[in-house]
Every structure is written in C-alpha cells, then in structure tokens.
C-alpha cells in the first residue's frame, strides 16, 4: 500500500489497481494553432506540466500500472458533436475547420493527437470522448472495470473543464480519485486554484490532490518500509 500526503487527508492506494489518467494532452490544446488557441486562450502555461506527467508515466510504466490516456476529439463527419458544441461561443475556428494542424478535435488528425512527450504504448487505453468527461459515451467504465482498477490519479488538461468533469464522474462512478496539483493546468490560474480547492473541500467531496513529489515520496515510503 502506498500512502501519499494529500489533501485534505492521507491518500493511499495500490499500484495495481489504480490507473494513471492523463487528459487530453494532445496538440490541440497545449500548442500554438490549434482548438484551445482557437478559443482565445494563451496555450504556453500548458506545456510546462509535461516533465510533471513524464515523470509520473515512467513511474506507471515501470510498475506495468493501468494508464489511460483521453482524447476530446469527434468522428470526421462530426455526428457525435451536439450543435450546441459546434456552434458554442465565436471561435475564428471551429470544431471541424481545418487549422494549421489538421481539422481541429478530429480523431486521426495531427493536431487531435497526442504530444509526443506522452505518446501512449499499444498496452495503454486511449478513450476518444466527445465530451468534456472521459466516461460519457466512452467505454471506459467497463474497461477499467475489467482491469480491477479502483483507484484514478489524474493529469492533464484542462483542470476546470476536462479533468474536473472527468474526475466528478468518476467519483459517482465509486472511484477514489486524486488530482495531481502540479501536473493538471488550466489557461486561467484562478480556475485551476478553485477547482483544487472545491475538490478537497467538505472533506473530500470530490476527492484528494496532492503534488507529483509527494507521489514520488510515497514511493520512496513504501520502499523503506
Ligand atoms: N480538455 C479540455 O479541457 N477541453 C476544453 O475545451 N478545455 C477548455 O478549457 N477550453
């Protein structure tokens, strides 16, 4: 069992059943012409959480841990798109529109993928999600279900949109979940500062967060013991 100083209480988990979850770090949001830029957003905060995630993807993959890795992203001919989506706010480009990498948020594009940092291996789950949350309309559920996967770590982007949706879910779905407070950003540092906080909050009431290190440290623990 490792045990890991988190908020609002001790975390503990075994590596075996619990999954690494990395959200949406493809292209699309965390470079320059690509759907997050399109909606406005400076996207270089994004970027300085990938050493965070390597380091926690290179813990999972020498213990041969669950990772799953999401993409947001939509078939070529956008039926799993709701045209509240589509047509949600006046980006100069669109779901659909091709941008300098590709259509924006469509599966087998460049931009839609996932940076090359965080490249998943055959053995990792990918989930393509049309939604925000990685469990709606995906088969996640049954696939972690299948993997005996209790507990979730999550990572990744965006930490109010995206990672908290997907950690919300999960949470109804009975999973004890934490969010890595280091390795998750947002395009807004007061978003992410009040998503963490919300989620610790009432003791828990969506679940735990704690940092990279002291993931690492209670590795460290449980190696000592
Ligand atoms: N992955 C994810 O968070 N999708 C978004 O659209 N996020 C925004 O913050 N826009």
């Not at 589509?86 to 590709?102: H, Y």
């Not at 055959?122 to 949350?133: F, L």
């Not at 990572?155 to 999973?175: I, K, L, Y």
């Amino acid at each position: 069992m490792i045990s890991i100083e988190a908020k609002p209480y001790i975390f503990e988990f075994k590596p075996n059943s619990t999954a690494l979850v990395i959200i949406d770090m493809q292209r699309d949001f965390v470079l320059p012409g690509g759907f997050g830029q399109s909606l406005g957003n400076d996207v270089s905060p994004l970027r300085l959480i990938v050493p965070k995630i390597e380091a926690l993807l290179g813990m999972w993959r020498s213990l041969g841990a669950c990772v799953v890795h999401t993409r947001e992203s939509h078939l070529p001919d956008l039926s799993d798109c709701p045209p509240s989506k589509l047509k949600r706010g006046n980006p100069k480009l669109s779901i659909g529109d091709l941008g300098p990498m590709g259509r924006l948020l469509v599966r087998g594009e460049y931009g839609c993928d996932i940076i090359d940092e965080l490249r998943p291996l055959p053995s990792e789950i990918v989930i393509d999600k049309p939604g925000k949350g990685a469990f709606f309309q995906t088969s996640l559920m049954e696939q972690l279900t299948h993997r005996g996967i209790t507990h979730l770590i999550f990572t990744g982007v965006t930490t109010e949109v995206c990672v908290q949706t997907s950690m919300r879910e999960a949470n109804d779905r009975g999973f004890e979940c934490l969010v890595v407070d280091d390795a998750t950003e947002s395009y807004f540092p007061h978003f992410k500062a009040a998503t963490l906080a919300m989620i610790v909050a009432q003791a828990g009431i969506v679940g735990w967060s704690a940092s990279t290190q002291a993931i690492f440290n209670g590795f460290k623990g449980q190696q000592s013991e």
